[in-house]
């Protein structure tokens, strides 16, 4: 996928913008607040439908205005997002309406790479979860669907639980909901990250040579169970906290090096490289899979790695033959890390300069 045309109205810090992007490298500069984020930003909403930086979507409408609209054309769609202060979303897909964001965020594959997502490798297990989601999302189409009738039973059965109220016989009815959707969601998790994990091994070995990186997915309950077991074995305790505690909603990904959790095992500079690597290693098998690229969106780079693995990243990103967006300082910082010249943008003051 590629954007041949960017254009952003009351977006952040930028009034009216519309910049028409490189198929393949493009550098966007600019010192400290001048909108490069913002701009990586506006991308990544299309493909998520979400910010990636905290604070609500009216943080994302200029201050001086009462909505922002971005409108993307790639070389097969075009795609409009609009939100208004007053909450309302309108989503148009080839000059319809569409209601869905999943639909818009289908055909927008986009990875991430800022200086928070060492995070993924750091903190609690749903920006795990939220990596392979990302990846089953976009190989697997049924488990979306499956997704939300799982999210939608949860709640259910939670609110359930909460009021004391239901029934065995009621309880039973939506553990066999749950398990029946959550054993799908499981399955699609399992199937994918088996796919990625020897993208993951390959991606790994040329950036951190002498660590065996491996990854296991942890279901979310103790696997020599069934969920519908577990499920049923936990319901005591579940009705006493009032919610559902074992679950696909509770699953993670391990990640080990050389069999210990990396987070034990690897400095803070070889974290951002590896996550790097699962990033690389993602976009890689997302193109080998529906034969077309992601975007990558990489902000502050030079702040990331040193210069070898900024080179080996830039050297891995050319390979992919992705449309990349990435920001630095200065221009300096980074086109001599890619061999063909990137195509440059200045961002300055609200506007941007080709
Ligand atoms: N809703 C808004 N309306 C107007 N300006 C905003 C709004 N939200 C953020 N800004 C401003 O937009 C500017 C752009 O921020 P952004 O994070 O994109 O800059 P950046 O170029 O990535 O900076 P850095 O190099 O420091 O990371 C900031 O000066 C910020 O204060």
Redesign the pocket.
């Known amino acids: 996928m590629f954007i041949n045309s960017l254009n952003l109205s009351h977006f952040?810090?930028f009034q009216e913008v519309a910049i028409s992007p490189d198929r393949h490298i493009n550098l966007i500069t600019?010192s400290?607040?001048?909108?490069?984020?913002?701009l990586l930003e506006a991308i990544y909403l299309l493909g998520f439908g979400r910010s990636f930086r905290p604070g609500g979507f009216r943080?994302?409408?200029?201050?001086s205005a009462e909505q922002f609209t971005i409108f993307c054309r790639t070389e097969n769609h075009s795609i409009g997002v609009r939100r208004t202060t007053a909450g309302e979303q309108t989503l148009r897909l080839n000059n319809t309406n569409a209601t869905k964001m999943s639909e818009v965020a289908r055909l927008v594959p986009v990875q991430l790479l800022t200086p928070e997502s060492v995070d993924i490798l750091l903190e609690g297990p749903s920006l795990r979860r939220q990596f392979l989601d990302w990846g089953v999302f976009h190989v697997e189409h049924s488990f979306y669907r499956n997704w939300v009738s799982y999210t939608q039973i949860l709640k259910q059965r939670n609110s359930l639980l909460k009021q004391y109220s239901a029934s065995a016989n009621q309880d039973k009815y939506w553990v066999e909901q749950l398990s029946h959707y959550g054993e799908l969601i499981t399955v699609s998790r399992e199937n994918y990250l088996k796919e990625l994990a020897d993208y993951i091994q390959e991606l790994a070995k040329s950036f951190l040579s002498n660590v065996t990186i491996e990854v296991r997915l942890k279901k979310g309950w103790d696997s020599t169970q069934s969920l519908f077991s577990a499920l049923e074995s936990h319901t005591d305790k579940d009705k006493k906290y009032g919610f559902t505690s074992v679950g696909p909603h509770k699953a993670d990904i391990k990640i080990l090096a050389d069999g210990v959790d990396v987070k034990h095992r690897l400095s803070r500079g070889q974290l951002k490289v590896l996550v790097s690597a699962l990033k690389l290693a993602q976009g890689k098998h997302f193109q080998t899979m529906k034969n077309e690229s992601c975007v990558y969106l990489v902000d502050?780079l030079t702040s990331e790695l040193d210069a070898e693995n900024q080179r080996l990243f830039c050297q891995q990103l050319e390979q992919l033959d992705a449309q990349v967006f990435v920001?630095a300082?200065t221009g300096k910082q980074l086109s001599d890390k890619f061999q063909k010249s990137p195509k440059m943008f200045h961002?300055e003051h609200g506007a941007i300069n080709e």
């Open positions: 952040r810090n600019g400290n607040g001048s909108g490069k984020t913002s943080q994302l409408i200029n201050e502050d920001t300082i961002v």
